[in-house]
């Protein structure tokens, strides 16, 4: 038994290499439909993967008071424009808001394009500033690999001390101890106080090229008087989330001024939130994926069967001769099913390969963190098999069927 299976195998390549390029030509076309269904799978999970890293890192626990809702505007729909949330409204929220077990942070962005200089050094100006108070670095999920976090005190006496991202330091301060050393924005100096761990990029933005400095001593740089501030609220405990964010909803609306019947002027997120909102965006970028993939998969199941049959076709001679000397039905019907099934499992082998390096290519274009589409790997070698056995049936049937006096006539 095992025998005459290797003998078939034998047999296939054999066969496979008397027509190299027509089988060269099948498995691309098979590798084309498998390179768009990994491919694509595979940028969707580095998207959705990046996304969802970044928001988690803010904690299940943990809400946004920001300007807008965090949605996309549709075309055409007339926008609601609300008003920057000002410095009064996020220093009356902080006042009042008492809810047990959370700490509220309050950050803004002075700049993005800032220029910051040590000694003879300085950077492109390409540097973000933040001003934040002391809630600021936990509740955004930060750490600090070096020094300490800016504090209460900091923030309160407009202190002229600063925590910066990993690549600031490899920028300016590689070769020596950053803590305590100065370094200039705008003008101003500022005293390294600590360094945040390596967060990377997010569509771009990098995340590690900023620095942070106490509030008060921010809004003395920058006095833009339409700076938009944000509001983060954490809770120690998840269950006490609910009300944590009820209770500032009712907060913020006082603090604006809002009547019962007024809609709210602001918008509210929770890290949670987010995540299941990207989760429902790259669901529907995985079932387009998978229709885009289908329609080119069926091409080359056509394309497939086309081949096996002109292969059945040229080898009536050979179907012939072999049922001449004793070949049983069976033995013939699996030559060719082995056949087919080794060029579609070549097939998807390519097109795996492709799609994976598809996929890395993109992920390292725009910076997303890659991660191995096992599922898409697994489903790629299902459907490849199906595609053999669905394309090799009816032509392995059509050589086994074959009369073998006829065949040996073939011409």
């Not at 809630?135 to 005190?153: A, D, K, P």
């Not at 950053?178 to 101003?188: A, E, L, Q, Y």
Request: net charge neutral; glycine share 8%.
């Amino acid at each position: 038994m095992f025998s005459l299976v290797r003998e078939n195998i034998r047999i296939a390549f054999d066969s496979i290499k008397s027509q190299l390029l027509r089988t060269i030509l099948t498995i691309l076309i098979i590798a084309i439909g498998i390179t768009a269904l990994v491919g694509i799978l595979s940028a969707v999970s580095a998207l959705e993967n990046t996304i969802s890293s970044d928001f988690s890192s803010m904690g299940a626990n943990t809400f946004n008071i920001q300007r807008y809702e965090f949605n996309t505007q549709r075309q055409g729909e007339k926008q609601k424009v609300n008003p920057v949330i000002s410095y009064r409204d996020v220093k009356a929220f902080e006042e009042k808001y008492a809810f047990p077990f959370t700490k509220t942070s309050i950050s803004f962005v002075g700049t993005r394009t800032a220029e910051v200089k040590h000694d003879n050094e300085k950077t492109d100006p390409e540097v973000q500033i933040l001003g934040v108070n002391e809630n600021y670095i936990t509740n955004s999920g930060l750490e600090v690999e070096l020094g300490r976090e800016i504090n209460y005190f900091d923030v309160q006496n407009s202190n002229s001390v600063c925590v910066i991202g990993s690549d600031l330091r490899k920028a300016l301060l590689n070769d020596v101890n950053p803590i305590n050393k100065t370094i200039s924005v705008r003008g101003s100096k500022f005293k390294v106080i600590g360094v945040l761990k390596e967060k990377g990029s997010t569509f771009g933005n990098n995340q590690d090229l900023r620095v942070i400095m106490p509030l008060q001593k921010a809004r003395t740089i920058f006095t833009n008087p339409n700076i938009n501030y944000s509001l983060s609220v954490k809770t120690d405990k998840k269950d006490m989330l609910e009300g944590a964010q009820d209770d500032a909803i009712l907060l913020f609306r006082n603090v604006r001024g809002l009547n019962p019947i007024e809609e709210n002027n602001f918008g509210l997120e929770r890290s949670d939130d987010l995540i299941n909102r990207i989760g429902s965006i790259t669901g529907v970028l995985e079932t387009a994926a998978w229709i885009i993939s289908i329609i080119t998969i069926f091409g080359s199941t056509i394309a497939l069967l086309n081949m096996m049959l002109v292969s059945v076709t040229e080898r009536t001679r050979e179907i012939g001769v072999r049922k001449a000397l004793g070949a049983k039905r069976s033995t013939i019907a699996f030559q060719f099913f082995i056949e087919t099934i080794i060029i579609g499992q070549l097939g998807g082998l390519l097109g795996i390969i492709f799609g994976i390096l598809l996929g890395f290519g993109f992920a390292a274009i725009v910076d997303f963190k890659f991660v191995i589409p096992w599922s898409a790997m697994i489903a790629a070698t299902i459907i490849t098999f199906i595609v053999a056995v669905i394309s090799g049936s009816y032509p392995a049937n059509k050589a086994a069927k074959l009369d073998p006096i006829e065949s040996l006539r073939y011409e």
